[in-house]
């Protein structure tokens, strides 16, 4: 599988997307709101690589997004009580972050495996949380160019924001799934990912509002802070053929726990 990334202002890389979305790549992309930056990853199957395959490029990435970027993202938070040198700190880790993306984790033979990440049995200061919202791509545009503005103005009003970075992707019409927030088509998302830093919590409720004012689907099972009424506007009937069909099936309610009971019912 090839890798390589490519670091944009969010204006260049709403102006080059179009162009982007038919090479024929799979798209990941990490966000910078404070520092008006987006960096993506392309991936695309390579059958014809040779040669030994660089398993470095994604050990190296998990490392630093699965462990040592989020320990250092929860110590800087835990010792450095002044915000703007806090952030300061954490805006200078995450370009060290977009170099290494960009120079280290590219690669014309890598193994798809290589990927996973292999988390510990038992959370750590490494651990983090996120988020997830997805916008059908013709809204996109709109939706991230607001994102990074509710971003700045959030943490102007609130003294809030992320001690990681926040990530996305762009994933395909899928309706194998009822509840699938690709059913109607391809959609882009906006991700918050964080170590649940002081504050997390309030910026997810004003979050969870944004998105659903543009009409953004979450993924049910990790999106937090929902309610009834943001999942009813973003699946509508489809939740009342999945109570019909669970009630069919599952009359006693032996299957509908609390958490969907208060979202679905």
Not at 70 to 82: M, R
Request: proline content about 6%; some cysteine.
């Amino acid at each position: 599988m090839h890798v390589h990334h490519k670091t944009f202002s969010l204006q260049e890389f709403l102006s080059a997307l179009p162009d982007l979305k038919v090479l024929g790549y799979s798209i990941m992309y990490y966000m910078f709101p404070f520092d008006d930056k987006i960096t993506v990853e392309f991936r695309k199957y390579n059958p014809d690589a040779t040669g030994e395959p660089n398993h470095a490029a994604w050990a190296i990435r998990n490392h630093i997004w699965g462990t040592s970027g989020p320990k250092f993202g929860h110590d800087v938070e835990a010792n450095c009580s002044i915000p703007s040198i806090r952030y300061g700190i954490i805006d200078a880790f995450n370009a060290g972050w977009r170099w290494q993306l960009e120079n280290i984790v590219s690669s014309d033979y890598t193994i798809p495996p290589d990927q996973i990440i292999q988390y510990p049995a038992v959370s750590d200061d490494s651990r983090y949380t996120f988020s997830l919202f997805a916008f059908p791509e013709e809204d996109f545009p709109a939706a991230i160019t607001d994102f990074y503005q509710f971003c700045n103005d959030y943490y102007s009003q609130k003294g809030y924001r992320s001690n990681l970075l926040y990530v996305g992707y762009r994933i395909a019409q899928d309706q194998k799934a009822l509840l699938s927030y690709s059913y109607d088509g391809t959609v882009m998302t906006l991700d918050p990912v964080s170590t649940a830093n002081p504050g997390w919590y309030d910026f997810l409720d004003a979050y969870n509002q944004f998105c659903t004012d543009r009409n953004g689907k979450p993924l049910l099972n990790q999106t937090p802070a929902l309610s009834a009424a943001i999942v009813q506007k973003a699946y509508g009937d489809r939740l009342k053929l999945l109570e019909d069909t669970r009630k069919k099936y599952d009359p006693g309610d032996r299957l509908l726990n609390d958490y969907f009971r208060g979202l679905l019912t």
